[in-house]
């Protein structure tokens, strides 16, 4: 009998649970540690923090879609003693494994910028999602009494795939707290060090984008380096290298992630809290430890750059990682990962986007873009929950 610990119930981990509970031979116990009891579909954070969604279409809770041969832990990881074979938690004693996926997820990084973690609103997890939407209808609330045009200004830090996607949302939630507070329009501004965005996409989307934006009152500022953020104001330098700031009382920070702190507490050797694995997802010297998802630096040896850190591939590893242990537990050998890519896909709100799709890049833009990109949530959903997941927080509405 062996001890298989999954720490992290997100994309990768709640994937790699799934392939265990089929694969491992019945003898073996399978504990499942989240902090949470609800697992988040992350990719449809914005949606929370712009107000377009309800938090309970993208979360599930985690006990009703496991097996029951799963032991589901509701615990805090705090580290990763990978010499003693052993996980320490804030509220639960030592666990030993025989085996672990350390699948930790990410959180918003600040870069050491000066006064983001107190001046800014992180986009990471549900409850910072749910604090971004509520601080914004506060403002608009609020502008009833102050007539301060700062409670309408919103300042968007970054524009990843993050910031466009919120970007998107926000310009259809946006006119809607403005009918309900009777306030004039709010100003839609989004600071980005590039001169361009999103660089993995071709010229056409990246003006595809831009234009969407534009038609819909966003003030884009690219080559703006922001340097620090203030109280109400972030402060940049623009694409002269002037100094320059901008007050709003809305600041929300999508300037990029780490993984989990608690690899840097583990004291793995790591880059932004990734650790770099070997081919079939293992720590080196380690055969019992699998490391997958935003936690992990997974090279690609078609271009010998890490993998992006992207849902698809952490489901991708989840599965991978599940099947390489079930090798070993049956006298087998790893097999290495690969990965191939259905697509990806930026959406610009619920009916809009920009996408290239399948091995020999396809462009695509406005709805089937957006349809691409709720395709990719169903199957991920009935992947790794139930079909009666998919059924009760499915994007159905494309298919009519
Ligand atoms: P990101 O790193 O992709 O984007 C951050 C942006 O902030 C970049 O454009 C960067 O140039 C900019 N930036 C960095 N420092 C800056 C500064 N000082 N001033 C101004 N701008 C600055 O981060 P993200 O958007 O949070 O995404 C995190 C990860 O999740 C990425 O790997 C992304 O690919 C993935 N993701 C994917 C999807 C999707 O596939 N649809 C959606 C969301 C997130």
């Avoid at 609800?38 to 097996?67: C, F, M, R, W």
């Avoid at 081919?279 to 690609?300: N, R, W």
């Amino acid at each position: 009998m062996a001890t298989i610990l999954v720490l992290g119930g997100g994309y990768a981990g709640m994937r790699a649970v799934k392939f265990l509970q089929h694969d491992l031979p019945a003898e073996d116990e399978i504990i499942l540690v989240d902090q949470t009891a609800q697992h988040t579909e992350k990719t449809n954070l914005h949606e929370v923090a712009a107000g377009t969604i309800d938090p309970s279409k993208i979360t599930y809770h985690i006990p009703e879609i496991i097996h029951k041969r799963v032991t589901f832990l509701q615990a805090t990881v705090t580290g990763i003693q990978v010499a003693d074979q052993t996980a320490t938690f804030t509220n639960h004693p030592d666990i030993h494994y025989d085996y672990v996926i350390i699948a930790l997820g990410f959180q918003s990084e600040t870069f050491g910028i000066p006064g983001v973690a107190d001046n800014s609103l992180p986009l990471d997890d549900l409850d910072s999602a749910q604090a971004v939407y509520q601080h914004l209808e506060s403002q608009f609330a609020n502008y009833h009494k102050t007539k301060d045009h700062d409670d309408l200004k919103i300042a968007v830090c970054g524009a990843g795939f993050t910031g466009i996607e919120l970007l998107g949302e926000l310009t259809q939630s946006l006119p809607k707290l403005q009918a309900k507070y009777q306030t004039p329009a709010a100003k839609l501004v989004c600071f980005e060090r590039m001169p361009s965005i999103l660089p993995m996409f071709g010229q056409d989307l990246r003006d595809y984008a831009i234009n969407f934006m534009a038609k819909h009152d966003v003030d884009m500022r690219l080559g703006a380096k922001i340097t620090a953020i203030d109280p109400g104001a972030v402060l940049y330098e623009d694409a002269e290298g002037q100094p320059q700031s901008f007050s709003a009382n809305s600041i929300i920070w999508t300037v990029g992630v780490s993984g989990s702190h608690v690899i840097a507490d583990s004291q793995f050797e790591q880059r932004r809290n990734r650790v770099v694995v070997n081919d079939d997802l293992s720590l080196a010297d380690h055969p019992e430890v699998f490391i997958v998802g935003d936690v992990a630096a997974v090279m690609d040896p078609s271009s010998n750059r890490p993998y992006p850190t992207t849902a698809q591939i952490a489901l991708a590893a989840g599965e991978q990682a599940a099947k390489n242990i079930a090798h070993l537990r049956h006298q087998q050998s790893t097999t290495a990962f690969t990965y191939e890519s259905m697509g990806t896909v930026a959406s610009l709100s619920d009916r809009d986007g920009i996408g290239e799709i399948f091995h020999k890049p396809r462009q695509i833009h406005g709805y089937a873009a957006s349809a691409m990109k709720k395709i990719i949530t169903d199957r991920s959903l009935m992947e790794s929950a139930h079909l009666s997941t998919l059924f009760k927080k499915g994007r159905f509405d494309l298919y009519h």
